[in-house]
């Protein structure tokens, strides 16, 4: 792997490896992600675990995909782009040798923690009144979330929200192959929360203290509740938890 890591990095530019590379990959792992989440949609054998009964049609996909490449190139990878100076100057290292599964693993979990900080704080801040009708009303059009409606949003909201993915590489400064890795799983967790299915093999189900897609489903039928992205202790600790529909249990269905 380390042989394979050098080949990658030989020649290369840092405005290459730390801008042009994290933006490939995000786009990427939203498409990869995207196509998982209509694999899901579209199987017969899913159905059951199918939050909300809406399925949307092509056209919602394309309007989607349409509006997410646009605001990509207006916001997301400005932003990736933004932060390759930071990241080089606070010393996000890509020499040998790569950093070993455990401190990948410590460095994703305290990632997955600090975003959901920033994340929830941010959310809860696009819900007043003026924010809300100015910008984050956009990432609400759709009641019944579907895959890629994750990245479904105002620019602003991105680069706001956003942030919160570059701020653990800020505080935590890992190796940049674990930072790579970090933008995969934080943008496949997006998709996977937004996804519309209540999956037998979904983490939460193992890991109670992830929100999991029900939660945040129930956030985008309700609006006023549960606004953290990956776990349930901010929305508990600050009363803004569901009542009517703790975990495991959904509320019900509102037309899109
Ligand atoms: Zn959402
Ligand atoms: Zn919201």
Known sequence: MDQLWATFISGKSNFFLYAVVPAIVVTVSYLTGSFASWLIERAPSQQAYKIQKKLHAGATWRECFRHVFFHKLTSEIPLTFAGYPIFVWLGVSKELPL???VEVLAVLAASFVIED???YMAHRSLH????YAKIH???HKYTTPFGPAANFAHPLETLYTGFGTLLPVMILRPHLSTMLIWVVVRQWQAISVHVGFELP???SRWLPILGGARFHDVHHQKFTCNYAPTFIWWDRLLGTADA???AGR???ERAN
């Open 250 to 252: 959904a509320a019900p």
């Open 117 to 119: 900080a920033w994340h």
């Open 244 to 246: 009517a529909a703790p």
């Open 99 to 101: 950093p070993g599964v």
């Open 201 to 203: 093999w979904r983490p």
């Open 128 to 131: 007043a009144k003026w924010a």
């Open 137 to 139: 009303h956009i990432h």
